[in-house]
């Protein structure tokens, strides 16, 4: 199939960004990286009037560190950040996760922003953002607005950013002293989507546990450290407090299970990264 017919409009700046944003809301797509984007497109999946190309702005950041955060713009490539020199050293968790993102052509082109604002329930990424619990700044003609993590993903696909909106940055903290963190992830073939993911955040404190590709969003619930001897019984009521359905790719039991075995395993690697 081929997209419907569309206007494209190449944008300089976030400020003309926004002009075509306020005047044309839901009727209007931004194209980045596309990885998503083009192929909604072509199924007809996405209709929109107005593509909006953001490939030409010179007024975002690419990739900053500022007090003991990284800040991430619009246009930085997933590639560019999985051979970043400091990924392991400043953002453990996504260097754990990000090599499962796709084909490596794909992380060439698709943007780490995009990734976040498409909110794919079976994406690393944004699993990632929602277990550091992250910020995401969002910008209209209205002004700035900072969402949590915790507070983005409001269901598949669905974020709570507007249509009038652009995400101009990321913000992830950096690595902490004496904090954990590990991923995991199930398929059916490496780089293929995720039957299940895991990404742990692990302190003396708190288990901060996020699951991706068996609930329709990504998810995140937390534990008390304390309550670690009852992680197999954890686990399995937090399995069961999903709406899990069987599908082409996993039974609803089989999918429980990978909670249970797999959600452990990636919570003690975490507490072992400590």
């Known amino acids: 199939m081929k997209p419907c017919h569309f206007q494209y409009v190449k944008s300089n700046s976030i400020n ?7 005047i044309h809301g839901e009727k209007a797509q931004i194209l980045a990286g596309g990885q998503s984007l083009i192929s ?27 007090d003991k955060k990284i800040e991430i713009g619009p246009l930085f490539r997933q590639l560019d950040l999985e051979n970043w020199s400091d990924l392991k050293n400043e953002l453990p968790l996504i260097y754990q996760a990000i090599p499962y993102v796709g084909q490596i052509q794909h992380r060439a082109r698709g943007t780490v922003l995009g990734s976040i604002c ?3 329930p079976t994406s690393e990424l944004p699993l990632c953002f929602l277990a550091l619990n992250g910020t995401i700044h969002l910008k209209s003609k209205n002004g700035l607005r900072f969402i949590s993590a915790n507070d983005f993903y409001l269901g598949p696909l669905l974020t709570s950013k507007n249509s009038n909106e652009i995400a101009i940055k ?3 903290p950096t690595k902490k002293h004496s904090v954990g963190y590990a991923f995991d992830e199930v398929s059916e073939k490496f780089s293929d989507y995720a ?5 742990v955040v692990t302190d003396n404190n708190k288990i901060r546990f996020a699951l991706g590709g ?5 998810t995140v619930i937390e534990w008390g450290m304390e309550n670690l001897k009852f992680v197999d019984e954890l686990l399995n009521d937090f399995a069961w407090n999903l709406e899990i359905e069987d599908d082409q790719h996993a039974s609803a039991s089989y999918k429980r299970d990978l909670i249970r075995k797999v959600g452990k395993k990636t919570i003690l690697n975490s507490i072992n990264n400590i």
């Open 16 to 22: 003309e960004v926004l002009d075509v944003l306020s």
């Open 40 to 66: 909604m497109l072509n199924m007809r999946i996405a209709n929109p009037e107005i593509i909006v190309d953001i490939n030409f702005l010179k007024d975002v950041i690419s990739l900053e560190k500022k």
């Open 118 to 120: 498409h909110g794919d």
């Open 170 to 172: 990321l913000e992830l």
């Open 195 to 199: 039957i299940a993911a895991f990404a």
């Open 214 to 218: 068996i609930p329709s969003k990504p």
